[in-house]
T-cell receptor, first 116, second 113 residues
Framework: DAGVIQSPRHEVTEMGQEVTLRCKPI?????LFWYRQTMMRGLELLIY????????DSGMPEDRFSAKMPNASFSTLKIQPSEPRDSAVYFC??????????????FGPGTRLTVL | EDKVVQSPLSLVVHEGDTVTLNCSYE??????LLWYKQEKKAPTFLFML????IEKKSGRLSSILDKKELFSILNITATQTGDSAVYLC?????????????FGGGTRLMVKP
């Protein structure tokens, strides 16, 4: 199994540009999580999907952030317009289990985003 | 609001020492507590604990959960330089939206030769 796949691994962009981060969860996993990690704030959960449906997006910082999961094998996290304070490592993780249960999450390698 | 607090924030030991990392939590509808190790890249899973008093063990690492006092400890015996990492504690709780995972701030462990 290839594990959780994220792309790109690194992204450098200028303030105001649109950024799209991509994630392919482990096959058979039906929960997908987007996290952001910074030195100042640590690891934060942004949004969580179960069976392709967004369950809780209370961690999404503001309207500039949006996430979609059009099918069980693909999700995107979009930032438009990007700002320097969005610079962070963005992790995608997946797990098994239905809403109402909890299982181990497997993390992707992360996307390091730098907004200049 | 759910809260997970880890201590100490950082720790420096020498190879061969034993360390104990702490994680305390305040969550509603607790389901599980997880320990992760994060080196330079993504977190990797160590343990998941759901029941009090049952020790989970993997080599030199072990962990136990106390659901009455709301904490967990992660022990590492005979530490090695390869144990140097940030250790993250996360608590899974069931809320109205479903499953939520709240992470602590981590303990940064440095093992010197």
């Amino acid at each position: 199994d290839a594990g959780v796949i994220q792309s790109p691994r690194h992204e450098v962009t200028e303030m105001g540009q649109e950024v799209t981060l991509r994630c392919k969860p482990i096959s058979g996993h039906n929960s997908l999580f987007w996290y952001r990690q910074t030195m100042m704030r640590g690891l934060e959960l942004l949004i969580y999907f179960n069976n392709n449906v967004p369950i809780d997006d209370s961690g999404m910082p503001e309207d500039r952030f949006s996430a979609k999961m059009p099918n069980a094998s693909f999700s995107t996290l979009k930032i438009q317009p990007s700002e320097p304070r969005d610079s962070a490592v963005y992790f995608c993780a997946s797990s098994t289990g239905d809403r109402g249960s909890y299982n181990e999450q497997f993390f992707g390698p992360g996307t390091r985003l730098t907004v200049l | 609001e759910d809260k997970v607090v880890q201590s100490p924030l950082s720790l420096v030991v020498h190879e061969g020492d034993t360390v104990t990392l702490n994680c305390s939590y305040e969550v509603t509808n607790f389901r599980s507590l997880l320990w992760y190790k994060q080196e330079k890249k993504a977190p990797t899973f160590l343990f998941m604990l759901t029941s009090s008093g049952i020790e989970k063990k993997s080599g030199r690492l072990s962990s136990i959960l106390d659901k009455k006092e709301l904490f967990s400890i992660l022990n590492i015996t005979a530490t090695q330089t390869g144990d140097s990492a940030v250790y993250l504690c996360a608590v899974g709780a069931l809320n109205n939206a479903g499953n939520m995972l709240t992470f602590g701030g981590g303990t940064r462990l440095m093992v010197k030769p």
